[in-house]
Nanobody
Framework: VQLVESGGNLVHPGGSLRLSCAAR????????IGWFRQAPGKEREAVSC????????????YYADSVKGRFTISINDDKDTVYLQMDSLKPEDTALYTC??????????????????????WGQGTQVTVSS
């Protein structure tokens, strides 16, 4: 699956952004889709994920503690775009945000933090800068 992110921008602290992760020439049917971020000089960090598989995986989500209550992940009805709504943004949210996906996986904190290499398709990222 080819992924294209968009929506990154410069925003003031307390502001909001909505990132998009679009699947080109495919859909996210029966996939886990994750958002990761990496700030300069820091390791990549898991942010959030959602899965679309049937059964127990359908609609399951995960949020890192650092974004819980501020970020919301969702997917459109066509299952070809995943959104990350980011509210109450802080300077520490500044990073390159990248989405990734893998078929037949269920979103969980484990795959996001312990085994992110299960994601075989990655986008190029979109820059989010939170600064006054």
């Amino acid at each position: 699956v080819q992924l294209v992110e968009s929506g990154g921008n410069l925003v003031h602290p307390g502001g909001s952004l909505r990132l998009s992760c679009a699947a080109r020439k495919s859909t996210f049917d029966d996939h886990a889709i994750g958002w990761f971020r990496q700030a300069p000089g820091k390791e990549r960090e898991a942010v959030s994920c959602i899965s679309t598989g049937r059964g127990p995986g359908l609609g399951r989500t995960y949020y890192a503690d650092s974004v819980k209550g501020r970020f919301t992940i969702s997917i459109n009805d066509d299952k070809d775009t995943v959104y990350l709504q980011m509210d109450s943004l802080k300077p520490e949210d500044t990073a390159l945000y990248t989405c990734a996906t893998e078929e037949f996986y269920i979103c969980s904190g484990y795959i996001m933090n312990q085994t992110p290499t299960v994601f075989s398709s990655w986008g190029q990222g979109t820059q989010v800068t939170v600064s006054s």
